[in-house]
């Protein structure tokens, strides 16, 4: 008769079933409302026609303020702008619900920045990144055994909370999929850290077949997006696959080392944390005043996690490497 599975492995795999019946059952987003409306697209027609050709054009230009000329602004963009306050208030003198403009809720544009809030939540969640690696590099010896892919990952966090400033600043073809494809990056990089600190320091064959396949899968992920179809509730589906399985896989250990390792607890809250507040996006609402919606939200809440969580990997880090030097056997 066959052993039963280690706990972990076996909680692993039933998080692996759970994300194939995620992805199974995504589904694409359909058109806007808004964007659909026949009153905004005249309205965006009239305003082209009228505005962005010839002359009217060229007074645009040489009137745009050079920060909106910088971050791509044309006058078809400003058109659309415009027309779509315009049926926001019809919509409201109906008494009818907001409406969504091309998979996007109505926010006031602050100078050049499309969605002033997220663009400074994701701003802040760089910083709070940047601020405890350099506090990681000063504290923890390169000797220390995940100095180096902790450094590596968080260059890979830094690199996505960039995309994600520049996408919510301004939403172009370009930087929509360079915040979708760099979050990803984070989401399966978090695999390989947790694969490297559980399995890899004492089987590093695990480790590097590892992270062959998550590179595997994130180049088909990619290419899957690109070129066959961007699918916002496959990319969904497939991100909360692998949350599921690093939360998880995390959760495991935490609870194998809860007797060995004090700051254990660090590592848990994180994750809860991390994917609790992921949950905010699910509320969905308008923003308020036009400006904070959930999205928003749920990235300002994250910024305070960055430093439980460096302050983990500065803790592991540290009994990683005493507990080398004194030849102890790795949990």
């Known amino acids: 008769m066959a052993s039963p599975l280690p706990p972990c492995t076996a909680v692993i795999y039933s998080a692996l079933a759970i994300a194939a019946l995620l992805l199974l059952s995504a589904t694409a987003v359909n058109a806007s409302q808004g964007d659909k409306e026949p009153v905004y697209q005249g309205c965006v027609t009239q305003c082209v026609r009228t505005n962005c050709t010839g002359a009217r054009l060229r007074g645009f230009q040489s009137t745009q303020a050079p920060y909106m000329a910088l971050t791509g602004w044309t006058c078809r963009d400003d058109c659309r702008y415009q027309c779509m306050w315009q049926t926001v ?15 996007k809720w109505p926010f006031a544009r602050f100078l050049c920045f ?7 939540a994701s701003l802040l969640n760089g910083l709070a990144c940047l601020l405890m690696l350099l506090r990681y590099r000063s504290s923890v010896p390169r000797q220390s055994p995940m100095y180096y892919t902790i450094t590596a990952f968080s ?11 520049v996408f919510h600043t301004r939403d172009t073809y370009l930087t929509e999929k360079m915040d979708y494809f760099c979050a990803s990056a984070v989401i399966l990089y ?10 890899g320091l004492k089987r590093p064959g695990v480790s590097s077949m590892v992270g062959v396949l998550l590179i595997l899968a994130f180049t088909s992920h990619v290419s899957y997006l690109t070129f066959v179809s961007f699918d916002y509730g496959y990319n969904m589906a497939a991100n909360a696959t692998i949350g599921i399985v690093n939360l998880l896989w995390w959760l495991c250990w935490c609870w194998q080392n809860r007797r ?32 904070l919606d959930a999205h928003a939200v749920w990235h300002l809440s994250t910024v305070p996690v960055h430093f439980l969580f460096y302050s983990f990997l500065i803790d592991d880090s540290l009994h990683l490497l005493n507990t080398e030097k004194t030849g102890v056997k790795l949990e």
Request: with cysteine; glycine share 6%; charged share 10%.
């Open 155 to 165: 260059l890979v966090s830094l690199n996505a909370w960039f995309w994600s400033t």
């Open 260 to 291: 060995t390792l004090p700051y254990w607890w660090k590592c848990g809250m994180v994750v809860l944390l991390l994917h609790g507040l992921a949950l905010l996006e699910l509320l969905d609402f308008p923003p308020l005043f036009w400006v």
């Open 114 to 120: 499309e969605e002033p809030a997220s663009a400074l």
């Open 89 to 103: 208030g019809l919509y409201q003198a109906e008494g009818y619900s907001i409406p969504q403009f091309h998979g």
């Open 190 to 199: 978090s695999i390989y850290l947790c694969c490297v600190r559980t399995l």
